[in-house]
Structure formats: C-alpha cells, structure tokens
C-alpha cells in the first residue's frame, strides 16, 4: 500500500514474516493519521488503509495504550497522539542542519522582512523543518512539520532541479495534483521549468500552492542532489520588482554561507 501522504516509491520494508508485517502496518497507520488530521471512525480507517478490521482495531488499542494514538470520548474515533510529537520534536531538535541554519534563517528573515522556510524533500512532498514568520501583519503561515507536494512549491522545484530529467520523471506522475490554478500539472512542462531554475539558480512558485502568495526558493548545496531548500514567501500585494531582487539576492546569500555551515555534513 502506498503511503498515506505520498511518500517516496519503493521505501517499504519487504514484510516477509510476521514481526516485520506488523511493524509496516504500525507506520504506514501512523503515517495515515500524520496526513489525515482530524478524527477518524474504525471504518474510515479501515477502508483508508485495507487491513482487516479485527487485526486493525487490536493495533489501534495497541497504540493508543502505548500513547501513539488517542481516542475522543466515545472511544471510537482515532487521531495521532502526543508521542508522535514527541519524536517529531526529538528529529527536528537532533537534526545538525537545522542547528547550522538557524543564524543564516534569522539573518535572510531580517534582511527580507518576510516568511522564511526551511525544509527537506521526503519523496515528491517536501517537509517543514524550520520556519521564521513575516515581519508584517498580512503573512502567510505554514507550521513546521507540514507537508506540501514538491511540485507546487519553490522549495520542492529547487530540489527537483538538482535531479536529471529521467530522475524526475522516475519520481512524478505524468499528471501532478493541482493545488490552485496555477499549479503545474503536468511533467514535462515541469521538467522544462526545471531546466530553466538550473541555469538561474533559484525556483519561483507564484501562487502555485496558495493564491495571492508567491516564494522564492534556492536549494543548500551540501549534497548532490540536495536535500534541503530555504524559501521565502511573499504575498503578491506586496511583490514590486525591487523587493523581488532584494529577496533573490538575499536568498542567494543566505544559499551561500548555508553552504559553509554545512560543508561537514
């Protein structure tokens, strides 16, 4: 079964016995409830994921006596629980990127005076790893921890840039999701977009994945191909030119000496 949120193709462990068995399903429930927040009924779950119900409800009490997943006051509804956040902290707060970009992330928030974003590609989404809000009172707010289809954002295209084209076309459907009307639907005019943001060095998404809001991302060259990105968003009311090559200038800045704090990595 494929991930509940799009992960990367061919990363489920092999379940050749019954240990291992269990142990996907755990991840690939706890994955369910990571993408579908909210709460959810034992048959919504069932019918999400496809396990048989007498095998799924004894995980699901499985997890939420060990506090992984919890349960409202009826006892039949299932959402992701407090240890989850708990390990999601734990990754974040251990990861060295992270550690070394908060400096370069203050510095490119003050110098842009806008919403900055550092995040990781995991498959064809990417994830928020970091995040410095807007100076402003009309900013756009994205939480750390949530995941965004690469395609529709400036962070994800930085990141396919550093792939080739077979690659990229290895990784995404010929049709991409649409998120607003906008959005790059389908691959090979992505592909020709990915072209163009490896000759100029950094990716645009003009209201692609949220009207009225446009970002800026360049990718951090400490591995190839990259991994992390650094974005900044700007809502287009507020997008004259002027600031827009203040924004690319800081960016590129910021991409540079992100590139000396990680060189050990």
Same mark, same amino acid.
């Given at each position: 079964?494929?991930?509940?949120h799009g992960g990367a193709p061919g990363r489920k462990p092999e379940a050749g016995g019954a240990q291992v068995k269990s142990a996907v399903r755990t991840?690939? /429930? ?12 034992l048959a919504a779950v069932q019918e999400a994921v496809g396990y048989p119900k007498s095998s799924l409800y004894m995980l699901l009490r499985t997890l ?12 039949? $509804? +299932?959402?992701?629980?407090? =240890? ?17 970009? %908060?400096?370069?992330?203050?510095? /490119?928030?003050? @110098? ?7 995040? =990781? ?16 009172? #009309? %900013? !756009?707010?994205? =939480?750390?921890? $949530? =995941? /965004? !289809? ?9 990141? #396919?840039?550093? +792939?080739?084209?077979?690659?990229? $076309? ?13 959005t790059i639907t389908d691959r090979d005019k992505l592909i020709g977009e990915l072209h163009q943001i490896r000759e100029q060095g950094y990716a645009v ?5 949220? #009207? ?15 991994? @992390? ?5 700007? !809502?287009?009311?507020? #997008? ?8 690319? @200038? ?5 991409? @540079?000496? /992100?590139?000396?704090?990680? %060189?050990?990595?």
């Amino acid at each position: 079964m494929p991930s509940a949120h799009g992960g990367a193709p061919g990363r489920k462990p092999e379940a050749g016995g019954a240990q291992v068995k269990s142990a996907v399903r755990t991840v690939e /429930l706890l994955e369910f409830f990571a993408g579908q927040p909210g709460m959810h009924t034992l048959a919504a779950v069932q019918e999400a994921v496809g396990y048989p119900k007498s095998s799924l409800y004894m995980l699901l009490r499985t997890l939420v006596e060990l506090g992984w997943i919890e349960t409202d006051a009826t006892g039949t $509804r +299932y959402g992701i629980g407090v =240890r989850a956040l708990l390990v999601g902290t734990s990754y974040i707060d251990g990861d060295e990127v992270v550690a070394a970009a %908060r400096p370069t992330l203050d510095r /490119l928030s003050d @110098d842009t005076t806008e919403t900055i974003h550092l995040a =990781r590609l995991d498959g064809t989404n990417v994830v928020y790893l970091a995040t410095r809000q807007s100076q402003h009172y #009309l %900013r !756009p707010f994205t =939480r750390v921890g $949530r =995941r /965004l !289809p690469a395609h529709s954002t400036s962070l994800g295209k930085a990141l #396919l840039a550093t +792939y080739d084209d077979d690659q990229v $076309r290895a990784m995404l459907p010929e049709t991409l999701a649409p998120l607003t009307e906008h959005t790059i639907t389908d691959r090979d005019k992505l592909i020709g977009e990915l072209h163009q943001i490896r000759e100029q060095g950094y990716a645009v998404d003009r209201e692609e994945n949220t #009207l009225g809001l446009s970002c800026f991302g360049v990718a951090i060259p400490y591995r190839t191909p990259a991994r @992390d990105a650094i974005s900044c968003s700007v !809502p287009v009311a507020r #997008l004259t030119p002027a600031h827009e090559q203040t924004i690319k @200038d800081a960016l590129f800045d910021a991409r @540079d000496r /992100l590139a000396l704090a990680t %060189r050990h990595l």
